[in-house]
């Protein structure tokens, strides 16, 4: 049973292109969280996800951010115009009706 | 609003010698506390937690107690090896937050053969 798979591990953009982060959860597993982990802090939440729902977005900034997650097909994080504050690692992470949280291996945002 | 706060890093150990890590908290409610660990170039593992006032969390030799009055966490293990090395976050949440969870900043680990 593969863990919980994010890519790309390391994704560099210029300012003001998009990035698009892509998250798949462990098989069974319908819900997904994204978590933002600047440099030298902690992680912070940023969304909660069900299927074609979005069920808590309170830690998402405002504008330039937004998340899906789709019948089919992997959750997305998708972060438009970034800038450099946008820098730093994603984590996607999963479960099953709200159990025990399994975590990808994040993705590295760079912004040049 | 919930907060963790966890000492800095980065602590240095030779191995077999004893390992503690601060972790202290404030929250609204009666969170569930959580120590996850991140090993080089992988994602967050929940280590052990403790869902309520002095339960005590253990797991690969590794123990914390809830501590309501101190409002702490602390991470022990009292024998570390050099497979240990990594980064250790301290974390809240459960209830009705769910998996909403408030993490510190994380303690990066190095323990020296």
């Known amino acids: 049973n593969a863990g919980v798979m994010q890519n790309p591990r390391h994704l560099v953009r210029r300012r003001g292109q998009e990035a698009r982060l892509r998250c798949s959860p462990m098989k069974g597993h319908s819900h997904v969280y994204w978590y933002r982990q600047l440099p030298e802090e902690g992680l912070k939440f940023m969304v909660y996800l069900q299927k074609e729902n979005i069920i808590d977005e309170s830690g998402m900034p405002k504008e330039r951010f937004s998340a899906e997650f789709p019948k089919e097909g992997p959750s997305i994080l998708r972060i438009q115009q970034v800038v450099r504050g946008d820098s730093a690692a994603y984590f996607c992470?999963?479960?099953?009706?709200?159990?025990?949280?399994?975590f990808g291996s994040g993705t590295q945002l760079s912004v040049l | 609003g919930d907060s963790v706060t966890q000492m800095e890093g980065p602590v240095t150990l030779s191995e077999e010698a004893f390992l503690t890590i601060n972790c202290t908290y404030t929250?609204?409610?009666?969170?569930?506390l959580f120590w996850y660990v991140q090993y080089p170039g992988e994602g967050l593992q929940l280590l052990l937690k403790a869902t309520k006032a002095d339960d005590k969390g253990s797991n690969k030799g590794f123990e914390a107690t809830y501590r309501k009055e101190t409002t702490s966490f602390h991470l022990e293990k009292g024998s570390v090896q050099v497979s240990d090395s990594a980064v250790y976050f301290c974390a809240l949440g459960g209830g009705a937050a769910g998996n909403k969870l408030t993490f510190g900043g994380g303690t990066r680990v190095l323990v020296k053969p």
């Open positions: 992470a999963s479960s099953e009706r709200g159990e025990k949280l399994f």
């Open positions: 929250a609204t409610g009666y969170p569930s």
